[in-house]
């Protein structure tokens, strides 16, 4: 054998250590691209499930194929509270007798849509200021009489708004389940009299309105953890001149309900001074909504596809 030539068993253990260290390597790219496609595929199914827990809590509301739109006559047309409610009055009627029309109301803020008016601070007149110092505050919505009724929002104590709640009657309020919860203290909250005033004006005169009623629970968001406390007043004793219109059909799936309303407001409004437009319905809302959960969902979903699909190549490849 010449000087300086390996022996044959020696060249057989080199090879054989070789393929050894070769293969530990290879084990460990097994591992970390199988661990990384499973890490990826247990975010990606945690955030479907919380999805899916958002797309089906309940939202205290029932959509039934109702078609929403914002509705904004010219101030100058109805410069007074009583023209434009009768304005709105005249649309209302018009609408209801489209054929497959449930109901209608009015709102100022949408389910699970921004809310136009902002938060309210409020005090219960006859109560102490609260212990901790911090002022009271709550979502404010305006809705008319057939608001609760056109959305299937229970009345749980007390009466929702009726007809009889117009700009001469005496001011009222109806309030959320967790209104009630948070600052009613374990009382009756009906007969209760709120003075509400806007948040952001603190100094501003309040409007003092009693309690007749407690709806059951809204959801402001799709991810909220703590329910939000609600304060409805009756648009007919608080008239503004642009508001949402809610037409809810007798069925989901009503064909051409959007035109048929906004025809509808044509036939009222004969000099055309009234802007329409938002239109949607309350289902593009509340996907609108969680779009966002919706497209990490999607996207963390899509890069875990992936990442299998890589994995299992390169185990392949490795193997």
């Known amino acids: 054998q010449p000087p300086g030539v390996p022996a044959p068993q020696v060249l057989a253990g080199e090879g054989r250590a070789s393929p050894g260290r070769g293969g530990r390597i290879r084990s460990l790219l097994v591992v970390a691209e199988v661990a990384t496609a499973v890490l990826l595929l247990f975010g990606g199914g945690l955030l479907l499930r919380s999805l899916m827990a958002v797309e ?15 509705v904004d006559p010219l101030g100058s047309t109805y410069p007074t509270p009583e023209r ?10 018009e ?3 489209i054929p497959g029309v449930r109901n209608v109301a009015y709102t100022s803020t949408l389910p699970l849509g921004a809310s136009d008016l902002g938060p309210v601070s409020f005090e219960i007149v006859g109560d102490p200021p609260p212990a901790d110092g ?5 979502a404010f919505q305006l809705v008319s009489h057939t608001y609760f009724d056109t959305l299937r929002i229970p009345v749980v104590d007390g009466r929702g708004f009726s007809d009889r709640d117009t700009l001469d009657a005496p001011r009222v309020c109806v309030v959320g ?36 009623g407690v709806v059951a629970q809204v959801k402001e968001r799709p991810d909220e953890i703590e329910d939000v406390a609600q304060i ?27 035109e048929s309303v906004r025809a509808a407001i044509d036939r009222v409004d004969t000099a055309k001074l009234v802007s329409v437009h938002m239109v949607m319905t309350l289902d593009d809302i509340a996907r609108d909504a969680t779009g966002r959960y919706r497209f990490r969902a999607v996207l963390v979903m899509t890069f875990a596809a992936l990442a299998l699909v890589l ?3 390169g185990v392949f490849g490795v193997l």
């Open 95 to 97: 609408v209801r007798a």
């Open 177 to 212: 389940e967790a209104f009630v919860r948070k600052y009613v203290g374990g009382r009756s909250p009906i007969g209760l009299r709120l003075a509400v005033r806007p948040s952001q004006i603190p100094q501003a005169k309040p409007n003092v309105c009693e309690i007749v």
């Open 56 to 70: 089906g809590v309940d939202r205290g509301y029932h959509t039934d194929g109702a078609v929403t739109m914002m």
């Open 134 to 138: 911090k002022t009271q505050v709550s």
């Open 84 to 93: 434009l409610l009768q304005f709105f009055d005249d649309v209302d009627r």
């Open 311 to 313: 994995a299992m190549v």
């Open 232 to 258: 409805y007043v009756p648009f007919a004793q608080n008239p503004i001149d642009d508001i949402y219109l809610v037409a809810a059909p007798q069925s989901p799936g009503l064909a051409g309900l959007a």
